[in-house]
């Protein structure tokens, strides 16, 4: 029995090894300083980096975080703590159904509620549809990690007089906080790693955007338009593109397992 | 009944949990300064009367609660009172310890003090070592202060949580069962801190342990079905119980 548990993972762990030895080895040869910060370059021209595609994602991240971290951890608190009401079990319902929501519809929609009417692709439009992607996955664990803190401490702090939105923040959350941190950390990653919204709204660039309302490159887009093009320089480039990604999900998965870590040191439950 | 005044009383209240009707209309008094237990076998509104007490019943979703709770002269229900100051006057204590597991021994026993408000750091240690020794935890925790609240052992917790409740200085402490998740010698030292405390609080304590009730109280009530049975000095309802009911339950033959 032992041995088919260990194949069995041994089998799910090859895909993640394979992917990363493949991408580590036709990418590392790209990675450089420069590849960091300089701008692109065109093909077969020496120097060329990948700087303002680096900044482009982390600006739209960035944006979408700023939109879908206050409303997604409001929306868990509510599914959470007013749980047994007939809206919270609908918008709940809901809520689940977007997460598995095809992000390329996303896309589509934020095209048509931002860059159809402005004329123009940007930053902040594809941060806007980042935070659709962000948003649910956010509302969903902050909900499911609220309710996972026993009802008898909501009761110990009603008991002592402290009222319920206190009771709500500082004690639900700070018993709950592992989750609701480990639940951002995996939108964010999720988000960094998205294409398909942010090519119909942030479209691409050369340049680095001079301000939130102009197009930007993005890293996953950079990927899409360099290795389908024609010349191997360009596809080197990609594959770092890809390291570099990559790279930027194992940090942040690293730093869910800090931050939990740290915070679990030194706290042991009585059965 | 001897002299002492009476701090709190209930007249005909009656709650429900959904369709349920757990009390079926209490009418009865609570002594000042005296320990009063209540008991009565599995079912009978023992813990629903407590919890009508400090308004922590109408929490649970759909519950009802009709009559009135009388504290020093004022209903607790109308609506002109606040049900989170009448909390920091009528204090709680659980059958099941629940320390807060993200804060220390010291801030789980100012927890009340703090969240509602209190910064000065002398305050809070003043009334920190003072309910700490009201539940006789004080000297096993004194150097131990800033360890998590989960590291102490179940006994221990449940006396943390007796000052947590103590810190706030309440006139009233409730006590649902607070012994029945301990061992005996944890038991005996939570018993040894509630005959203290009546000599600054009024406590009433929920038990469905006979001996604890005629071990440490003053008065005791007996619950059937959500009426009140009986009610009188602990010594003569143990003894001369006025009910066949009371008697029977007190020897054993249910319950």
Same mark, same amino acid.
């Given at each position: 029995?032992t ?8 089998l799910?762990?090859i ?13 590392a ?11 692109q ?12 595609a680096?900044?482009g994602t ?9 939109i ?18 007939k809206?919270?079990a ?8 977007l997460t598995?929501?095809p992000?390329?519809v996303l896309g589509?929609?934020v ?14 439009a ?10 649910p996955i ?8 609220l309710k996972?803190?026993?009802i ?6 009603m008991?002592?007089g402290i009222?319920?939105?206190k009771?709500?923040?500082r004690?639900v959350? %700070?018993?709950?906080?592992?989750g609701?941190l480990?639940?951002?950390l ?10 398909a919204p ?8 050369i340049?680095?955007?001079?301000s ?9 887009v950079?990927?899409y338009?360099?290795?389908t093009?024609?010349?191997?320089s ?5 594959? %770092? ?15 869910v397992?800090l931050?939990i %870590?740290?915070?679990?040191? %030194?706290?042991?439950?009585e059965l | 009944?001897?002299?002492s ?5 209930t007249k ?6 959904g369709k ?7 009418t ?5 300064n ?5 008991m009565?076998p ?25 009559g009135e709770v ?10 002109k ?15 099941k ?22 910064r000065n750091k002398?305050?809070l ?5 003072k ?9 096993e925790?004194?150097d ?15 006396r943390?949580?007796?000052a947590r &409740? ?6 009233v ?7 029945s998740?301990l061992?005996?010698? &944890?038991?005996a ?7 203290e405390?009546?000599?600054e609080f ?23 079905l ?8 602990t ?21």
């Open positions: 029995m041995i088919l548990v260990i194949i069995a993972v041994i799910a762990v895909p993640l090894l394979l992917i990363l030895g493949d991408v580590f080895m036709r990418g040869p790209a990675i450089s300083i420069g590849f960091l910060t300089h701008l370059k065109p093909p077969n021209v020496s120097g060329g980096g990948i700087a303002n680096i900044v982390f600006t739209m991240v960035g944006i979408a975080s700023l879908s971290v206050p409303i997604g951890v409001a929306a868990g608190i509510f599914f959470s703590e007013w749980a047994t009401t809206v919270s609908i918008s709940s319902f809901m809520n689940d159904v598995g929501f992000s390329i589509l929609f095209f048509v509620i931002i860059v159809y009417p402005t004329k123009q692709f940007s930053a902040f594809g941060g806007v549809a980042l935070s659709f992607v962000m948003l956010i509302a969903r664990t902050t909900g499911e990690s996972l803190v026993p008898t401490l909501r009761e110990a702090s008991a002592l009222p319920r939105w009771t709500i923040f004690i959350i %700070g018993t709950g906080k592992n609701l480990t639940g951002i995996l939108a964010v990653a999720r988000a960094t790693g998205e294409t942010i090519l119909l709204t942030a479209s691409t660039s340049y680095f955007a001079k939130i309302f102009q197009p930007t490159a993005s890293m996953t950079l990927i338009n360099y290795a093009s024609p010349y191997s360009w596809q080197t480039q990609a594959w %770092g593109t890809a390291l570099v990604l990559i790279l930027i999900m194992l940090g942040l998965n690293l730093a397992k931050t %870590g740290r915070n679990l040191a %030194g706290t042991r439950t | 009944m001897d002299s005044a009476v701090k709190l009383e005909d209240l009656k709650a429900t949990y349920v009707q757990a009390l079926k209309g209490i009865m008094k609570f002594p000042e005296r320990v009063t237990a209540i009565g599995s079912g009978c509104g023992k813990s629903t009367l407590i919890r009508c007490l400090n308004r922590i019943h109408e929490l649970t979703p759909r519950t009802k609660v009709e009388i504290l020093d002269g004022v209903n607790i229900y109308s609506p009172v606040d049900p989170v100051a009448i909390r920091r006057r009528i204090g709680m204590v659980f059958q310890p629940n320390p807060f597991p993200t804060m220390t021994i010291y801030d789980n026993a100012v927890a009340g003090l703090k969240l509602n408000g209190l002398t305050k240690d003043a009334l920190a070592e309910s700490l020794r009201m539940a006789f935890l004080w000297d925790v004194k131990i202060l800033s360890k998590p609240g989960t590291d102490l052992s179940g006994g221990q917790q449940q943390l949580c007796i &409740a103590l810190a706030l200085e309440p006139e402490i409730l006590m649902d069962e607070p012994c998740a061992d005996p010698i &944890a038991t030292k939570v018993e040894q801190s509630i005959v405390l009546k000599k009024t406590v009433i304590i929920v038990t469905h342990n006979l001996q604890q009730a005629a071990r440490i109280s003053d008065y005791t009530a007996f619950m059937y959500g009426k009140l049975v009986e009610f009188g000095e010594a003569k309802v143990f003894e001369k119980p006025k009910s066949e009911l009371t008697e029977k339950y007190i020897t054993g033959k249910f319950g």
